[in-house]
């Protein structure tokens, strides 16, 4: 499954987006939403989406200046864009074709060619994962046998290297099966070519688990690469692989999901916003210290707590400013600030203007 991100400043579309089709079935997971770039881009450094839906025109920084931060910022991941505009504004077509996006689609637009923008976008990802195992490259002693190994594309998407670095843990336990399954289907003297192979991959989910594991323990890694040395049998490959999914399982859930809880902390600032929100009170909603929850959102969204608070609580102001008639005093109450004072000190601080020229402008 691919995760999506939708960034639209109009409340209305956002929500018709999440519901005009059946993400599920297109194995699409919306991962996060925003209604400007700049909260869309710190979004998108937490969340790491597969694809991201976006609107051109959104006040603040826009969809093109959005995705070009995306690209420079994110440059390890060929996230795949969707740029959604209602004008056919050629200096926006020219800007989304430098910037690789994956299409352009132009309001109104039907849900048939949102869904076929969408297969469009997955079968990019699709070949984004086959071109970054490509990258990790076989050593040279197995190159005169990459035919044999890649004999089933669909064998390479589901390559253990390339699952580890994915944001779902429980499909990096199915892969490890679907490599496996693939690999007893060859006859016995490919055996060799599997134990050379099988050292190599252990050694790279030790270097990985290195990477993600803040805590608890990896021995069972090295461990397993001296006796994989030792398999000589299919049987014996199966067993010692079976043992090693076993161990990776336990691993994996005994350790909490740092950006499952970087995502639930979002949702709650979301939903939230207008509300007293202290880092006492988010980290008793999720359960953590106040301390340890301060040091993993900077960590992973690279920002502090308090400062994506006030850019969200900033963003839904932005949006009562441009869409109604309500007094400052009004929105200020209604995005989180009892003190109008302090609130539009605070606005003009992070938009560059007051609150009123704002709406004027």
């Known amino acids: 499954m691919y995760t999506m991100m939708i960034v639209e400043d109009e409340t209305i579309i956002r929500e018709g987006l999440k519901s005009c089709l059946d993400w599920h079935s297109l194995d699409i997971e919306i991962i996060g939403e925003a209604a400007d770039g700049a909260a869309a881009l710190q979004l998108a450094k937490a969340m790491l989406p597969d694809i991201v839906l976006t609107d051109v025109v959104m006040y603040g920084m ?134 050379a192979f099988c050292g190599i991959l252990l050694m790279q989910i030790k270097q990985r688990f290195a990477q993600l594991a803040e805590s608890g323990s990896t021995d069972f890694v090295a461990e397993g690469i001296e006796a994989m040395k030792g398999c000589i049998t299919d049987e014996e490959l199966e067993e010692f692989m079976v043992n090693l999914l076993d161990h990776l399982a336990e691993f994996i859930h005994s350790k909490p999901d740092q950006r499952r809880t970087i995502r639930s902390i979002m949702e709650l600032i979301q939903s939230f ?51 109604g008639n309500l007094l400052i005093q009004e929105i200020a109450e209604k995005v989180g600030y009892k003190d109008v004072k302090y609130f539009t000190k605070l606005f003009k601080k992070e938009v560059g203007r007051s609150p009123r020229a704002y709406r004027e402008q």
């Not at 959102?297 to 009562?320: C, M, P, Q, W």
Request: include cysteine; charged fraction near 30%; charge should be negative.
């Open 62 to 195: 826009d969809g093109i200046e959005f995705v070009s931060r995306l690209r420079e910022e994110l440059s390890e991941k060929q996230v795949q864009v969707i740029l959604i505009s209602g004008h056919e504004n050629w200096s926006y077509i020219k800007s989304a074709l430098q910037l690789q996006v994956t299409d352009y689609l132009l309001k109104p637009f039907d849900t048939a060619e949102l869904e076929q923008v969408i297969h469009k976008a997955r079968k990019a990802c699709d070949a984004e994962r086959e071109r970054r195992l490509w990258e990790q490259g076989l050593p040279p002693h197995l190159q005169a046998e990459q035919d044999y190994f890649l004999e089933r594309k669909a064998a390479l998407e589901t390559a253990i290297i390339v699952e580890l670095e994915q944001n779902e843990r429980m499909n990096r336990i199915y892969s490890v099966r679907l490599y496996f399954d693939w690999f007893r289907k060859f006859e016995r003297n490919a055996v060799p070519y599997l134990q």
């Open 273 to 323: 916003y207008m509300e007293e929100l202290t880092i006492s009170y988010i980290a008793t909603k999720v359960h953590l210290s106040p301390n340890y929850l301060a040091t993993l959102f900077k960590k992973e969204v690279g920002t502090t707590l308090n400062d994506y608070v006030t850019a969200v609580r900033i963003s839904h102001a932005k949006r009562l400013l441009s869409e």
